[in-house]
């Protein structure tokens, strides 16, 4: 006898629809995971959704064997804009293995290596912005990072210099939110309210996107350069199975999803300039190391794989923001049977064709594996610590083939945008009551996060 997965009680009809709050569904989840554990479902107009919120269920459904990634909801409306690009291709889209294979090698590591500057070069920029706004400015993190989030990613994929860390706002970073936070919201308003309210919304927000990769394009077809980048394999490379290279669109469509996959890192680094402001003696230990690595002199790509610190901050950080907050899987279907799909050794029973959702708000502070699992503890994500974690609490980066594409880059810049920002400014909250809050779409931020910012003598 399986064990039935628990419900919140809705309302007839309308079922849970109630229980999730359209305009913060991640917040929502978060609280069901809460109250709820390691497994919930809601049924909102009759569909229902499976959540899974502990470390042990997280690595089952993880197993590739059994289950894929479940590309529905939220990310087929995306494909508007970006149509079948890694993100948003189908198990069954022959682009997904063509993009990966030419796009993976470009973001792997040693590729990236050649970037250390350049995020070293945009953290710099950013600090003497805020040196330049005066001792104990008030500043909005997640805006202030945003912009830097968004400048490293043109300089270093696409060799283009922004310069948007000041002035107004780039209209890429609203066109991001607009597009991600309609493509959430789609799925479930009514097919005609989509088309006659919010349909503008969600073209001009993709014709933004796409013009900001069309200008790339065109800037690098008219200013050819040597660099190597991930523009350059965009326009130039082939796929080494089926010779196959991008046509114009899929060359867009890809441009535009690197900076909405990497807009993930600066809600992280938001929420870890608060983790430090709270705990003063983990600020303490890193500021010592890095110190002690770098000494006087300027960053350099040697010292990071000495600052251990650092790597269990940044981990510990991506654990407790969960900023990619969760993502799909379903059962790898097997034809001619449509028995139900056994979970915890048959404890619980979903349909064959359940889609599946990992809140990683839940996985990522499962109290069957941290102690104290709301502390924040660098040392836990330290060295062997860290290596005796179970596979399903490390998956802030997603599972399997479909894993982040993105996660060296994206480790690249916590590290070192981290680093120097712990090195070389001093943070305090403007308001010392404020608690964690977090809202988004793709990924999850601080809301209304100000801190004084004041940038060190050394
Ligand atoms: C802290 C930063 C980041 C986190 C936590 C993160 C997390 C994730 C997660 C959980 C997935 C899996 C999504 C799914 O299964 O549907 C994913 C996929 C992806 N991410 Fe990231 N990401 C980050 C940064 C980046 C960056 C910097 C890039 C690009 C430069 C990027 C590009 C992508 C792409 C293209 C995919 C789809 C990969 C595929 O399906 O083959 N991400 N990311």
Known sequence: MSTPIPQPPG????????????NNTWWSLKTLAEKYGEIFQ???????IVFVASGALAEEI????????????????????????????????PSWGIAHRIIAPHLAPEALAGHFDEFVQCADELIAKWQGLGAGAQIRPLDELNRLNLEATALTLYGKKLNCLEGPAHPMLQAMEDATSEAMKRPNRPKILNWLVYGGKFKRATRALRSFAADMVKERKEHPTDRRDLLWALLNAKDPETGKGFTESEIIDE?????IGSST???????????????????????EEIDRVLGDGPFKREHVP???YIAGLVRETLRLSSAAPGFNIEPIPRPGDKSPVLLAGGKYQVPHN?????????????PAVFDDPLAFRPERMMGEAFERLPAGVKKWFGNGKRECIGKHWAWDFLVI???????????????????????????IRPIDFSVKATVRAR
């Open 255 to 259: 441009i535009v999803t690197m900076p």
């Open 417 to 443: 945008t981290m680093t120097k920002l712990i090195r070389d400014v001093d943070f305090e909250a403007v308001d010392p009551s404020y608690q964690l809050k977090q809202d988004g779409w793709f990924n």
């Open 265 to 287: 890192a600066p809600c992280a680094i938001a929420a870890g300039i608060l983790f430090l402001i709270r705990n003063p003696d983990a600020l303490a230990k890193a500021r």
């Open 62 to 93: 993880c197993d590739e064997k059994r289950f894929r990634k479940y590309v529905g909801g939220p990310i087929v409306e995306i494909r508007y804009a970006v149509h079948d690009s890694l993100f948003t291709a189908f198990d069954h889209e």
């Open 11 to 22: 309302i007839p009809l309308l079922g849970n629809l109630f229980d999730v709050d359209p």
């Open 306 to 308: 000495q600052l251990q």
């Open 354 to 366: 359940q889609a599946l959702i990992i809140v990683l708000a839940g996985v990522n502070r499962d």
């Open 42 to 48: 809601i049924k909102v107009l009759g569909k229902r």
